[in-house]
Each structure stands twice: as C-alpha cells, then as structure tokens.
C-alpha cells in the first residue's frame, strides 16, 4: 500500500465517520431545539423558585393540530408548563383544563419560540394540558413540552 493509498483511505474514512455524526446530529437538533426553547421559557420561573422536572414530552405535530397530555397535579403547589419548538414565526395554544374541562390557567405568555402557563390546581387531580403550534410555513413542526412546580 503506498503512502497516499493509505492516507486517503484514513481521510475517506474520518470523512465519511464526521458526515454520519453530522447528519445524527441534524435529524435529531429540532428535538432538542425544541427542547431548548422550552427550558429557554423556563428561566424566569426557576428564578422565582421553579424546580424543573427532567421528564418532559416531545414530538413532531401538524401545524394547528391540537394535542393533549393529562398529567397529576397536587393542590398546594404551583405548576408551570413551558412550550418550546424549533420552528419560526408559530403562533401557540396552550392552557390547563380540570376534569370537567374548565380552564384553570393563572398566566400564560407567548413569545417567539416557546411559551409558558401557570397554574395553582384547585384539588389534587389529573388534568389536561392541551396545546397548539400554528406556522403559516411549516406543515410538520417539531415541539417540546416540560414542566416545572414549586
């Protein structure tokens, strides 16, 4: 094997090993961009005394479709839910419902790439978070929701 022989094939080989990293990196980065974007949202409640919770729920949804995720929330504590996506100019729903449907939410705020609700639970219960991401662009966008209580 002569020396360009085999440095090409160690250049062919780091080559090909970096696109696969680049192109994993690429598929999943809206995901975690989302993700980002919501943990973005959730800087000024950790400030106010906000734990995170590391579980949070993500996906990819159609633009405008609604979304639904029951989650447990103990009277006595003050929940906040945080919206992020990796996609640009969306609009976004996000509100808690009780049991019977009745919205519950304290403050909600939208801006850019995430948004936030607030809530205190009446009684301790499963409730809804039902949440939309619109874009006038994007027909599948991607999205993560995480929350936090304190």
Known sequence: ?????????QYSA??????M?????????????AHGFAMEAAMPFVEQGFIVR?????GEVKSGQKLMIKHQM???NEYA??????NEDVTFEL??????????TIDSKSS??????????????TYSIVFSVTSKKEVGLFWALAYGYR
């Not at 094997?1 to 094939?9: I, K």
């Not at 780091?14 to 696109?19: P, S």
């Open 112 to 125: 850019g790439m995430f948004a936030s609700v607030r809530v205190n639970p009446p009684k301790t219960g």
């Open 54 to 58: 590391e579980d949070y729920w993500n």
């Open 21 to 33: 990293c680049f192109t994993a990196t690429l598929s999943h980065a809206t995901v975690d961009d």
């Open 81 to 86: 839910f945080w919206l992020g996506t990796a």
């Open 1 to 9: 094997m002569t020396f360009y022989t085999r440095h090409f094939r």
């Open 74 to 76: 103990f009277k006595g």
């Open 14 to 19: 780091a080559l090909a090993f970096a696109a």
């Open 95 to 104: 509100k808690v419902l009780d049991e019977k449907g009745k919205e519950i």
